[in-house]
């Protein structure tokens, strides 16, 4: 390979000298290096009239369209005109998912059918290659399509430059490659490469073997015609050299001689002749090139000066010895360069056996030394790989049947080279019965070229008797009328991989199996969230219904599920909501409750078992429903059974027609569980829709009680004004009569004047509570605040009521404490209450006396009232009652003391709507403490109409 040049130019300048017919090469690691040299050489074309296509794999299009932008290129426009394709991997060489040469030629043929079409002057394609990391199928047949492009290349207008990336490909792999192009651009380097194998001498057989063959076969070759042409060479010279002495007066002789001396000036090897003493006496230019010197450098000179002392002083001592030499050396250039040289000297004598000179006669074989260089790293490297890719190569001669088996492929069954036979009939033995009939198929297809390539997995029998997997790989070389005469490949140990794969589709199918439990957890952990979330079925409940017997019937993959509901009277089952039955079949199914403790439906319904059949007339108690299960055509059943609190409301089922194995466990569990959920969202809309009911019916009835709350009202108006009327007149005459208006009034006639007088103020009383309470209860109360100065209003609560206990000999004693506040609230309805309580207290007590309590409550913050007696107290079991509206103690005691139970109800109400409270304390015997608590600051209750 010449010695590269360094300027960057010399790419440019290479691409620009490339024309049809030019197959280059460009190598890269940078995406820089790459889009500077591929951008170039598109822009080269576009400028020149070409089609140009871009072949994308790493790159995406915008990267590359920039580019070419900055380039300079209207990359819409030359897409517009056709002058620019972008395509890809995938539509050109991998379109069949792998490499393809064929393929990737037929790609480059229609192409530059259609530019030709088109009317351009030529096709300019360059495809990105960076794929191939080794191991992808396809890789192998890189160095085929690059052999058939140089085939392909002279033969059609087409200028194309490939590009590979040197980090993607394997180095060995880039060697082949660089191999197969005449020019390699890298960087800025431009290599002139003098290994490049022409289109004639790459056809041919393809396989690794073949080209070892090949290769050695030509270098013997030219090795033999190289001596045979330098012995002859050198016998030229020698007689140009004896009849130049002898002769030199016969013209004849003259121009013989300069004859032979320009065949050895025109010799392509390098020739040179040193005197006796080893002189240089003449070089042709062959040899002027080679070395570097000129004829003037040379005068005086040995060939020492270029190939050093000590291996001059051993090929004179051949040539000494023997009278010629033959051998291999470096030789050092004037420029300092290094050239390995095949040397061949040999001595020449006159007839009387003098010697005139000794013949050199060099070849530059660094070619082929770097050749059998990388021969040989290729050697060892596919020896390693043999053996650490457990790799093994088999060749078989069709014609004779003739198996040769490498010594590595048999170690990798376990034998060594001489325990297994080179035989096919054994070679077949061995391989797994199973395998056979797949092995011979494959066979089979690629001798009839039915595939481009033999390949098939198979077992073969290991020599423990295990067996281990291989994957074979070959190729049939056939003769020019496609007959194959030869099969040769490799078999490579796939065991490990194969275990692998096993274990990997373990793992997916285990992965298969959890991912398909975990959906159906999602799908049933949804289910139930649906379900959780409807306390009752409430609107669009049917449908709602519908997508959970789907989801249950998905979920327990069963074909048919469906819900039947009790009727409310227990007496019928009716299909409610039901999936996979046709509507037509189930409609108008009714099913009578029996009552028989056999009949499973009945148990499921009433005892709240599951009912699992498969088949369902298994059970001899379900004989009565056989015309039911032929009309359904079901043949597996699992029911579960829809209760609230022992209620039986219906069941939940899946049904099955053809059902290989009964419902499981998982299934019972699952359909238990939204059963459940189910029953609690149809008894809640039962509950929901009899809550309903009796809202409606409380409504009604809160209609009725106010318009009898309304009559109620004007009753009592009325009847207050009807009472009012003659009491009043009662009242005036009483009063007129004792006051003498109308004559003197004996002592006689006082009492019962007085007796009508007190009856008339209770009678009054009464009329007054019984309006209070109506008031109350209409919410017509009306309360109205002011400041109140509870001493005061105690003090005349105290009077008004005085002259009832002095009457029965009973004193009132007011204790207001100092710090006694005074509140906001209703001083008229507190003096009423105040009333109340100390009636009462009168009332109850025929001895003792009345004490009335009035101080601060700190803790509650307000003021208290304590209206205490020492009359007949109150029983205990009478306590929670004596607040109530016309409930009395008892018969004797409301007898004897009077009144109709309304005065403490009255206090309690007015309390309550004063924001206050009472309390009672009380011994039957001994008396009783009622406790007031009133408020600092009261707000009224709602229902009372507030005037400030």
Known sequence: MNRP?????????????????????????????????????????????????????????????????REGIDVDAAIQSGALILSNKEESYLKKGYFDPDEMIAFLEEAIRDAEKAGFSALRATGEMTWALGG????????????????????????????YN????????????????????????????????????????????????????????????????????????????????????????????????????????????????????????????????SDEALQGKTPAIHLGGEVFGRIAEGLAKNGSYRGEHVSRTRSGEEV??????????????????????????????????????????????AVAGQVGVWDWDIATNALYLSPNLKALLGYADRELANDLDAWCRLVHPDDKERVIAATRAHLQNVTPVYEVELRRRH??????????????????????????????????????????????????????????????????????????????GDLFLSEV????????????????????????????????????????????????????????????????????????????????????????????????????????????????????????????????????????????????KINQELQRKKIEAEEASRLKSHFLSNVSHELRTPLNAIFGYTHLLMNEAYGAVGEEQKTPL????????????????????????????????????????????????????EKKGLPIRAIVAPDLPSIESDPGKIKQILVNLLSNAVKFTSEGEITLHARRQTARHGVELVVQDTGIGIRSEDLPRIFEAFDQIDGGDTREFGGVGLGLTIVKELLHFLAGEIRVESEYGKGSVFTVLLPIRSQPEKGFLRDS
């Open 463 to 540: 020599r423990d008797g295990s067996y281990r997997w291989f994957l074979t790989r070959g190729t049939a070389l056939r003769r020019a009328d496609g007959t194959p005469y030869r099969l040769t490949g490799s078999d490579t140990d796939i065991t490990e991989r194969k275990r692998s794969e096993a274990a990997l589709q373990r793992a997916h199918m285990e992965l298969a199996i959890k991912m398909e439990q975990l959906q159906r957890q999602l799908g049933i952990s949804h289910l139930l969230h649906q379900l959780s979330g409807r306390f009752t079925l409430g609107e669009g």
């Open 754 to 805: 007085d007796g009508i007088r007190r009856n008339a103020t209770d009678l009054s009383r009464l009329i007054n509570d019984v309006l209070d309470l109506a008031k109350i209860e209409a919410g017509k109360m009306s309360i109205h605040l002011s400041e109140v100065d509870l001493g005061a209003l105690i003090e005349e609560a105290i009077v008004g009521i005085r002259p009832l206990s």
């Open 166 to 293: 040197r980090k993607r490909f394997r180095p060995e792999l880039l060697i082949d490659v660089i191999r197969t192009h005449p020019k390699v651009i890298s960087g800025g380097l431009v290599c002139q490469n003098l290994h490049y194998v022409p289109p004639a001498e790459s056809s041919g057989e393809s396989g690794p073997s073949q080209q070892v063959e090949r290769l050695l076969a030509d270098i013997v070759d030219r090795e033999k015609r190289e001596i045979a042409l330098r012995e002859s060479n050198a016998a030229l010279a020698s007689k140009s050299l004896l009849l130049e002495r002898e002769t030199a007066e016969h013209r004849r002789a003259d121009e013989q001689l300069d004859l032979y001396r320009r065949i050895v000036a025109s010799a392509n090897d390098a020739i040179g002749i040193i005197d006796p003493t080893g002189i240089y006496l003449q070089q042709n230019e062959s040899h002027r090139r080679l070395i570097g010197y």
């Open 136 to 163: 992808e199928a396809g890789t192998e047949r890189l160095i085929e399509y690059e052999a058939k492009l140089n085939r392909f290349f002279p033969k059609n207008n087409l200028v194309g430059i490939c590009q």
């Open 5 to 69: 040049n360094r300027n960057d130019s010399l790419s440019v300048q290479t691409l620009e000298q490339a024309v049809p017919h030019d197959h280059l090469c460009l190598i890269y690691e940078t995406p820089q290096e790459q889009l500077a040299a591929a951008i170039s050489f598109i822009r080269i074309g576009l400028e020149r009239g070409e089609r140009c296509i871009y072949i994308l794999d790493e790159n995406v299009p915008e990267t590359v369209t920039g580019a070419m932008r």
């Open 549 to 692: 017997v789907k989801r249950v019937a998905e979920l327990t993959k069963a074909t048919r599920c469906g819900i039947s509901l009790v009727d409310p009277d227990q007496k019928m089952i009716r299909p409610h909501t039901f999936y996979g039955f046709d509507e037509k079949t189930i409609q108008g199914i009714e099913l009578p409750v029996v009552v028989d403790e056999t009949d499973p439906v009945y148990r499921l319904l009433y005892r709240g078992e599951t009912l699992m059949l498969h088949p369902i007339l298994s059970d001899p108690g379900m004989e009565r429903y056989r015309p039911l299960v032929k009309r359904l055509g079901v043949e597996s059943i699992l029911a579960i059974p829809l209760q609230v609190r022992g209620v039986p409301l219906g069941a939940l089922y899946i049904c099955d027609k053809e059902r290989q194995t009964p419902f499981t466990l998982e299934d019972t569990q699952l359909m238990q569980t939204i059963a459940n959920q189910i029953a609690l969202a149809i008894a809640n809309q039962q509950y929901a829709e009899n809550l309903e």
């Open 340 to 385: 390995d040289i095949e040397l061949s000297a040999f001595t020449m004598r006159n007839a009387a056996g003098e010697i005139v000179c000794h013949v050199g006669i060099k070849r530059d074989v660094t070619r082929r030394k770097e050749a059998e260089k990388a021969l040989r790293l290729s050697e060892e490297r596919y020896e390693r790989a």
